[in-house]
């Protein structure tokens, strides 16, 4: 930490109770300076040689009356009026992040300037902040903290400007320029314990992180937070990959329970602005916040009641990277209220957005005709969607367990992956069954709904003999399940020669069983469903 001492004579400044200063000398004192409620009994002299400002008061006050002096609205209150005052009388006052840009608004509210007195207070805090305070990592923290306390004297002064430039500037630079004591928290480096390694009579070079200050920053208030990260995104040297980090870092700090996916003990209208702020930071790039960190946040800002628009911006960018989630960061829990157990609408939104941005990245190519672009994506696009709709296939089988859950939610959303790629549809069966399970009244229209979701062709042979034995599944899908499990069995042993399946069964399979045509069996029409079929 830096520091600057002033002054020589000793400190000679007394304390009387808690609202009395004064200082010890032999001259009597000739002036009561009253600072809030607090007394300073002192001398006009040393005051009014280095103050313009007291010297205007001493002029307008009546002495016949009265040899006090009012002063309630100076920046730093008595604390800093007394370090200004102790600087008038040539006593030593040390000046240290914590207290310069108090005294320098004071100072600057007393008006000591150079055209008072040559060396006034003003010059020498402006030299001490931009030859030692602006060049620190640290004190640059530290007194940019100090500074919401001492508002607007601290803005109109540009301290706040100069500290977000000099903070913005040092996270900006490339980390092998990096030779300060970067973080708060660690061990000393070796040249900090004298003992600094050498190689080949060099300094060994430091390795520095990429995000070495995200820790430090987190100290902030949000709001000065938010115009150091504002500051750092526009010079334009940092990632958003590091600003996803910087925002992530800060959250779990200063959100309480934000780890655990939920807000505890929260002051609402406090934190509702906080995770406002965080969601307006992020970094417009894909993919430069992880998609566990952004549902974290979609939680938060659900149970703080932030913006629909700040909402709705952020399941945007969730919904583009929606194949990097897991099922437990989409367990978000209904509201307060409702009947089912988790927020199905929610999820339903990010798989749409998902969709919608799948379908709007290829028609941009498609326009552009990136041939070879096209190519790669559809590789990429595809592996996407095939994890989406594992995804969605795990989502639906907790949420099947759900008694209360309708079964339109259910299919809304597997209706929506219906057509994303899949080497199997164990997933979805699973789902369905779990969801008959727990749901034995649906009507029997609902469970051939609910079954029409999935493609009998693609279940692995654990699962077709589960489903043949599975008496909740209507008898028209038992039935399919055995025609293509001959199918298979037949093609396996005697090359594509397909069984001689008897009239009555071929009858129960789509397109009648002419499996040919991939067309035929690919899809279950509602016509397919309602030809004479009994369910169980």
């Not at 995000?211 to 040297?237: M, P, Q």
Request: hydrophobic share 40%; charged share 25%.
């Amino acid at each position: 930490m830096k520091f600057m001492k002033l002054g020589s004579k000793p400190d000679s400044f007394q304390t009387e109770g808690d609202n009395i200063r004064y200082v010890a000398t032999e001259l009597a004192t000739d002036i009561v300076v009253i600072v809030g409620d607090v007394k300073f009994y002192l001398h006009k002299f040393p005051l009014l040689s280095k103050s313009a400002r007291l010297q205007k008061l001493v002029a307008t006050t009546n002495d016949d009356t009265s040899d006090e002096i009012h002063i309630q609205d100076i920046p730093g209150g008595p604390a800093a009026f007394e370090i200004c005052a102790k600087f008038c009388y040539g006593m030593t006052v040390t000046l240290n992040p914590y207290n310069v840009v108090a005294t320098r608004c004071a100072a600057e509210y007393l008006e000591m300037y150079e055209t008072v007195e040559k060396g006034n207070l003003i010059y020498k805090i402006e030299v001490f902040l931009n030859t030692s305070i602006f060049r620190s990592w640290k004190d640059s923290i530290i007194v940019l903290q100090t500074t919401r306390s001492l508002l607007p004297w601290s803005e109109e002064l540009k301290v706040v400007s100069h500290c977000l430039d000099s903070i913005a500037t040092k996270a900006s630079i490339d980390t092998s320029k990096v030779d300060w004591s970067y973080t708060y928290n660690r061990k000393k480096l070796p040249s900090e314990n004298g003992n600094d390694p050498q190689w080949n009579g060099l300094r060994k070079p430091q390795l520095v992180p990429n995000d070495w200050w995200v820790e430090d920053l987190c100290e902030l208030h949000i709001d000065l937070y938010k115009r150091v990260i504002t500051t750092i995104k526009t010079k334009g040297r940092v990632s958003g990959d590091i600003i996803g980090e910087a925002l992530n870092a800060y959250a779990f700090r200063r959100l309480p329970g934000f780890s655990k996916g939920m807000i505890q003990n929260a002051d609402v209208t406090k934190y509702r602005s906080l995770a406002e702020t965080i969601m307006w930071l992020l970094p417009a790039e894909r993919g430069s916040v992880p998609c566990s960190f952004l549902l974290r946040l979609l939680r938060a800002s659900i149970l703080l009641e932030c913006g629909e628009a700040e909402r709705r911006e952020l399941i945007t960018k969730i919904g583009q990277q929606l194949d990097e989630a897991t099922v437990a960061d989409l367990l978000i829990r209904a509201p307060a209220g409702e009947m089912i157990v988790y927020d199905v609408g929610i999820v339903q939104s990010l798989v749409e957005e998902f969709v919608t941005y799948e379908r709007n990245t290829r028609n941009d190519l498609l326009v552009e005709n990136e041939i070879q672009e096209i190519r790669s994506l559809g590789s990429v696009s595809d592996a996407s969607k095939m994890k989406v709709a594992k995804l969605v296939d795990c989502y639906l089988a907790e949420i099947a367990q759900d008694p209360n859950l309708p079964h339109t939610n259910f299919v809304n959303l597997a209706e929506i992956v219906s057509s994303f790629p899949r080497p199997s549809h164990d997933g979805l069966y699973r789902a369905i069954d779990m969801y008959l399970k727990e749901h034995p009244g649906i009507s029997k229209s609902e469970r051939k709904r609910i079954c029409r979701l999935m493609d009998c062709r693609k279940l692995s042979v654990e699962a077709c003999m589960h489903a043949v034995q599975n008496e909740r599944l209507p008898l028209r899908v038992v039935v399919q399940v055995l025609f293509f499990e001959q199918i298979r069995a037949t093609q396996s042993a005697n090359g594509n020669s397909t069984p001689d399946l008897p009239r009555s069964i071929r009858a129960l399979i789509p397109g009648g069983g002419s499996h040919g045509s991939s067309r035929s069996t690919t899809t279950n029409t509602e016509e397919d469903w309602d030809c004479g079929a009994n369910s169980r």
